[in-house]
């Protein structure tokens, strides 16, 4: 096991590396000048050929693209990835900074998520083609189909606004969460309750079922003990994807909050042509993604002992 | 010499019609599978419904879209159906143009992503070995991404328009054409008709646009209908944000972020628009998920 992680983890490094490149590439070689959109974002008019000259030199962005990604990587490595443009402080204090108000945001949203999908896909499994069954398909047309920017309004204006229950941005603890995480996890939850019930309903149909059932066992001892555990080996998967796309749609959601996170610094680096603090934090992100899908990958062995790594 | 050709001449013609007549019924087939299912056609009545929108729009919208017709904010009335915005601007009016920024963004960005996707995806899988492996770990890392963060990458650097985000979302789903497509043409390759198209001497682009890319297409089908509603969520997303359409323009995500600031006094400017997404993307996942079923029952996708 310890190996396999091991290995797992040296396949990453070519990965991360090719990720590192591509966010380089993209950054670098398509149209626009970084240092023109930098003095026309931050100075505003003064945008003379000497200033860009100037600024040019300065970044670095006159060497040959591969030595400017050389060096890139190099601090990378070392954990350092350079300066943000706009806030003159370094881009990994930034992150840092922000990072936990994102990572609390998305494990409240797949919390959410995990738990009412799963209530919701076990329900449906059990009462298959009855209405509930019926419901929650429905619901979980919606929630996939939902513009997370506008169910986060929505709730905003009725629980904020209408209901009074809730401050409509700001606030801190774990109410202030409450709102963001519902409309970051609605989608998934859509997703995970369709995968667990069908993936409950196949399991029922197994024989092992049937002789557990024969052997006397109460229902509800069939399902928590039996069918449940071995359902849940796509759900995981699908989990560990959804971490994913919440992370990328805190972008989304910390703007519609006005959270201060990763996904809103992202944002604003756009915005504001930030170069190292784009490249900087995406790497981050991507970075952060493929380690949960290796601690999904992991989680197998735990959950169906057929499975061995080695 | 005559009577030969002749009878090739008529055994085509014959041919051709038996052909055509099996088309047809397999045609049938599908529909009668299709319609069955309840939640896809209530998906196609409202696609329909919003492609008629779309192409009539200037004939049936009030008011034109980008002009101020009335007082600002104004609450929703007999006059003016969803109100009106901050600029006095009708806001039916607007949420009925939107679907022609919204639709053609869908479907210009699927073909973005789709087209060169299904090419990697043929040549990966075709020819295998080394150009698989190179092609195939260059999506991968591109998958590494989640969810919409590369194609912010991309809007990061060419710059926040509609166009951009169509660039920006075809490409964040490529590699899920390629991969999809690799699969099949990895099981189809092996079959013996491709060996025969290979010994009578056929090159191997036609091998892969003639023999293997038409019995690979309903997978990608399906793929591109669910794609159009994930980038029409995604992209109203991005304009959301700020990094997509810029105003005036009467685009959904656009109008939602506008009536943000002012949803505690006018709740309509961000409310219809928000509704407009919903149906015209939960239209094209019911119509997806009907074809998926429609066209092959065992096919999995993404």
Known sequence: MRQYIFNRLLQMIPVLFLVSIIIFFIMHALPGDPAMLMLAGAEGGAVTPERIAELRAQMGLDDPLHIQYFR???????????????????????????????????????????????????LAA???????????????????????????????????????????????GFKSLILPG??????????????????????????????????????????LH????????????????????????????????????????????????????????????????LLVNLLVDISYAWLDPRIHYN | MNAVMDHNTKFSQVEKISRTRAKLDQFAYRWRLFSRNKGAMVGLVILIAWLSVMIFADSIVPYPPLDKVTRARQAPSAEFWFGSDMLGRDMFSRVLYGSRISLALGVISVIIGAVPGTALGLIAGYFGGKVDDIIMRVLDALLAFPGILLALVIIASLGPSIQNVMIAVGISTLPQYARLVRGSVLTIKELVYIEAARVIGCKPIRIMLHHIL???????????????????????????????????????????????????????????????ILSVVMAFNLVGDGLRVALDPRMKVG
């Not at chain 1, 209901?163 to 801190?172: D, V």
């Not at chain 2, 944000?241 to 323009?249: D, H, R, V």
């Open chain 1, 126 to 172: 059990l009462k298959q083609n009855s209405w509930f069954d019926m419901i929650s398909m429905v619901f979980s047309y919606i929630g996939v189909s939902m513009p997370i920017f506008w169910l986060g309004l929505l709730l905003i204006l009725i629980f904020c606004f209408q209901l009074n229950w809730f401050e409509p941005a700001g606030g801190t």
């Open chain 2, 214 to 276: 038409p019995n690979a297409i309903s997978p990608i089908i399906v793929l591109s209908t669910l794609q159009v509603g994930n980038a029409i969520l995604v992209g109203s997303g991005l304009s959301f944000l700020g990094l997509g359409a810029q105003p005036p323009a009467a685009e959904w995500g656009l109008m939602t972020a506008a009536g943000r600031e002012l949803l505690s006094k006018a709740w309509w400017i961000s409310t219809f628009p928000g509704l407009a």
């Open chain 1, 226 to 289: 039996h069918a449940l555990q071995n359902s849940m080996i796509p759900v995981v998967t699908m989990i560990g994807l959804q971490f994913g796309s919440m992370l990328a749609g805190a972008v989304v959601t910390e703007t519609v909050f006005s959270r201060p996170g990763l996904g809103r610094l992202i944002v604003n680096a756009i915005l504001w042509k930030d170069y190292p603090l784009v490249q900087g934090s995406v790497l981050v992100l991507a970075l952060i993604y």
């Open chain 1, 72 to 122: 890139f990587i190099t601090g990378a490595v070392r954990g350092d990835l350079g300066t943000s443009i706009r806030l003159r402080t370094p881009v990994t204090q930034l992150i840092a900074e922000r990072f936990s108000s994102t990572l609390q945001l998305s494990l409240v949203g797949l919390g959410f998520s995990i738990t009412f999908g799963l209530i919701l896909g076990i």
């Open chain 1, 182 to 223: 519902i409309t970051l996890g609605l989608s998934s939850a859509g997703i995970v309750s369709r995968l667990t019930r069908s993936s409950l309903i196949e399991v029922l149909n197994e024989d092992y079922i049937r002789t557990a059932r024969g052997k006397g066992l109460k229902e509800i001892g069939v399902i």
